[in-house]
């Protein structure tokens, strides 16, 4: 075996302990039964053992289980996607109803194919959940619906809680790792919906370990801030098949602890960061935290007046 495979072998840090208790085997029946998808399955979530048994938590992948981007990073299936159910909004709320959740996350595949990118059933699931569970917190996860604005906009008018929409990598890597994507329209994604409603805080991921350095890594933070991002999530980048890309570095714990601090140095009002932290990773958490924040900041510029 030569140094580099050995340099890469998994750590033991990055170990998972599976849990398939009653909460994990009944979640998974009932999205069988109601024909419902979830990232956490697609995307192979190194978590979803955790919250599915222990938080009893899911994040929902609503337009389908095709993708029509085929990004070097991720597990979810790629291809040419099925019509629109227009049903799949009532399920998703029914099920968020049944879970009893406190705090969902609504994700999807890219769906380039739609003039809207899906923005018409995004807004509808949020609306439908909001009627079944008026007390649960609803975080969003699109796509950047090919930058259009009248999409965002139709997203944006049903008011979900949080924003949240991934730059995953550093700016120069951005076009070998996301199809489609631009680092660009994703910084201009973020800060469009913050400038449309001001008082919903807007939340962006960046997976490591794909050859970016220390500085790139700084530089996507300051990035994110110039555009008002609140949260920042930093996970360990995974290789889900060996047609993916292959990990280049397995940060430690320490270096993902003094990311975090620069992190909230810069101004984020949260931020998770560690080797198996992914973007809805207690997601649940991070929405108290930018309420908190959000309630300091006033509070400060009031006794400054």
């Not at 995307?43 to 929902?60: D, L, Q, S």
């Not at 289980?65 to 790629?78: G, I, L």
């Not at 660009?184 to 409603?197: G, P, V």
Request: with cysteine; charged share 30%.
């Amino acid at each position: 075996m030569s140094k580099n495979e050995e340099y890469l072998r998994k750590p033991e840090w990055l170990k998972i302990k599976l849990n398939t208790n009653e909460n994990y085997k009944g979640l998974k029946k009932m999205m069988r039964e109601k024909s419902l998808h979830t990232v956490c399955e697609e995307a192979k979530c190194p978590n979803i053992h955790e919250c599915w048994a222990v938080r009893r938590t899911a994040t929902f992948m609503i337009l389908g289980d095709t993708c029509t981007r085929a990004c070097r990073f991720c597990a979810v299936k790629t291809g040419l996607p099925t019509e629109l159910d227009w049903k799949e909004p009532e399920r998703v709320a029914d099920s968020v109803a049944l879970m009893n959740l406190k705090h969902v996350v609504i994700t999807a595949v890219a769906r380039d194919d739609l003039k809207d990118g899906g923005a018409a059933v995004f807004a509808e699931t949020v609306r439908a959940i909001r009627r079944k569970s008026p007390f649960t917190s609803i975080e969003v996860l699109p796509s950047d619906m090919g930058g259009v604005l009248e999409n965002l906009e139709t997203l944006m008018e049903a008011k979900p809680d949080i924003l949240n929409h991934n730059i995953e990598t550093v700016k120069r890597l951005t076009p070998r790792v996301r199809a489609r994507a631009k680092y660009e329209r994703s910084l201009e994604f973020l800060h469009r919906s913050k400038e449309m409603y001001p008082s919903i805080p807007t939340k962006s991921s960046l997976m490591i370990g794909l050859g970016e350095t220390k500085e790139e890594i700084i530089e996507v933070m300051d990035d994110l801030r110039a555009n008002d991002v609140d949260i920042m999530t930093i996970g360990q980048y995974l290789q889900p098949t060996k047609k993916h890309l292959k990990v280049e570095k397995y940060y430690h714990p320490d270096e993902f602890q003094e990311l975090k601090e620069i992190a909230l140095s810069k101004g984020f009002s949260h931020c998770e960061a560690g080797p198996l932290v992914r973007s809805s990773y207690h997601a649940d958490e991070q929405v108290n935290e930018a309420a908190k924040h959000k309630q300091a900041l006033a509070e400060e510029a009031a006794k400054e007046a």
